[in-house]
Nanobody, 121 residues
Framework: QVQLVQSGGGLVQAGDSLRLSCTPS??????MGWFRQAPGKEREFVAA??????DTYYSDAVRGRFTAFRGPATAYLQMNSLRSEDAAVYYC??????????????????WGQGTPVLVSE
């Protein structure tokens, strides 16, 4: 079992930046994924990071604007140049097995509580 505690999020204007964090209850994990879900839409892959070497992968929608990185015990999603279409509830997640790159949400077993990101024009 891995518990994930998220923080960050909030209301920003288009073009602003925001940083999300996700702290796992253990760091013996292989991959952490970031997803988002807007109202009425399916959960969407955003980014993934390999815990041991920091290797990252991004969706086309956020590549070049978002950066996933981690500290000793916490992962972060730095979001720059936010757009209205980035508004969603953001989740971090960890799969029970060592997938890379796992972009389908059903491959993840443990999820954070979610944190909303609102972007105003």
């Amino acid at each position: 079992q891995v518990q994930l505690v998220q923080s960050g999020g909030g209301l920003v204007q288009a073009g602003d930046s925001l940083r999300l964090s996700c702290t796992p209850s253990q760091t013996t994990i292989f991959t952490m994924g970031w997803f988002r879900q807007a109202p009425g839409k399916e959960r969407e892959f955003v980014a993934a990071i390999k815990w041991h070497d920091g290797d990252t992968y991004y969706s086309d929608a956020v590549r070049g604007r978002f950066t996933a990185f981690r500290g000793p015990a916490t992962a972060y999603l730095q979001m720059n140049s936010l757009r209205s279409e980035d508004a969603a509830v953001y989740y971090c997640a960890v799969p029970a097995t060592s997938f890379w790159v796992a972009k389908r949400p059903e491959l993840y077993d443990f999820w954070g509580q979610g944190t909303p990101v609102l972007v105003s024009e």
